[in-house]
């Protein structure tokens, strides 16, 4: 039993987990896009269109847990 659990610093809220270190940064990739989506849907509302394609980098804080 175990598992990594990681959050991306610059996003609040933005965090996963997974069984292994290959297993957590495939869902915290897909949890940083989920986020961005969300966040522009709301921006979208207001009229604004933001543009997240040019992020290369995250920061992510992992550790292991125990269950």
């Not at 966040?39 to 292991?64: E, H, M, P």
Request: with cysteine.
């Amino acid at each position: 039993s175990g598992g990594y659990w990681g959050e991306v610093t610059g996003l609040p809220g933005c965090y996963s987990q997974g069984d292994t270190k290959k297993e957590l940064l495939e869902h915290i990739k897909e949890a940083i896009q989920c986020y961005l989506e969300a966040v522009n849907d709301i921006k979208n509302k207001s009229g604004k269109v933001y543009d997240y394609s040019g992020i290369r980098k995250a920061v992510v804080n992992a550790k292991a847990q125990t269950r």
